[in-house]
């Protein structure tokens, strides 16, 4: 008898009766953590999940469940995610899925972790940036510009409503620039300088696709140089710039909620 417990022991002491992993459920939400968009569409690619400290990839779930907020039965422990976001950067956070509970994770679509790009930051005593503007759609067809001018310490920020018509000649419409009509001058805060930071570094992500409004983007100076078409109806980049300025007629969207209490007026 004494060997049939000792032969019981060593099976209960074997790898084979190792503890049985917790189990854990996970719902994924994809959220704007910090975005200019009045509109969200759905994005494509999904969220990789490698088990720590192993590193290894177990399983992936794709963007479309974590927009309908889809419940996955998951094991419980230490993970590294990975994914691409809307502007085209690879993140990869670290996260904890605690057993025998619900866990709610949050997929920040929209954060870029550094603005490697400071356009700003390297102008010198009066030189200016130019960012040209438009916006075709159903309802819409603007054209607006925004030049910044360093003086001294300060950057003052002119907003400029581009005027033109077209005039029938031989049967043909040609287009007739008229002088750009100055509607408002600030001096731009920090916080609106910090926005500008962010809105380059998230230019550079944008990207054609099918939605009906078209923006285009033209930025000028010394220092950046780019020419930009966004068509996905995700960002509106340029709409939150024209918060710097006072005049409600301008502001097409509201300030994204993160930032609203930074908008001096």
């Known amino acids: 008898m004494k060997y049939v417990y000792l032969f019981l022991l060593l ?9 049985v992993p917790q189990m854990a459920l996970l719902r994924l939400l994809k959220i704007n953590c910090n975005s200019t968009a009045a509109a969200s569409v759905h994005p ?5 999940f490698y088990i720590l400290p192993q590193d290894s990839l177990v399983f992936k779930l794709s963007f479309a469940d974590a927009i309908i907020g889809r419940t996955d039965t998951v094991m419980a422990g230490r993970y590294k995610i990975r994914f691409v976001n809307k502007f085209q950067h690879q993140i990869v956070e670290e ?36 960012i040209h503007f438009t916006s075709k759609g159903c309802r819409q067809d603007d054209d607006m510009k925004i030049i910044i001018i360093k ?83 995700n960002w509106h980049g340029y709409l939150i710039l024209l918060h710097f300025f ?20």
Request: glycine content about 4%; aromatic content about 12%; some cysteine.
């Open 11 to 19: 099976i209960l002491s074997s790898d084979s009766f190792a503890q």
């Open 151 to 233: 003086e001294n310490e300060k950057f003052i920020a002119q907003l400029y409503k581009v005027r033109k018509y077209y005039e029938k000649v031989k049967r043909k419409y040609i287009e007739i620039q008229k002088p750009d009509t100055l509607l408002e001058t600030v001096v731009l805060t920090q916080d609106e300088i910090n926005l500008f930071t962010k809105f380059e570094n998230e230019l550079n992500g944008v990207r054609k696709s099918d939605c009906t409004t078209r923006d285009w983007y033209k930025i000028e100076s010394k220092y950046l140089n780019i020419e930009k078409n966004d068509g996905n109806c």
């Open 246 to 265: 006072h005049d409600d007629s301008y502001h097409y969207l509201p300030p994204p909620q993160k930032l609203k209490s930074e908008f001096k007026r």
């Open 95 to 130: 996260i904890t899925i605690h057993g025998q509970s619900l866990n709610y994770i949050n997929i920040c679509y929209d954060t870029i972790p550094v603005y490697a790009q400071n356009t700003l930051g390297k102008l010198r005593n009066q030189d200016s940036i130019l």
């Open 44 to 48: 494509n690619g999904s969220i990789w």
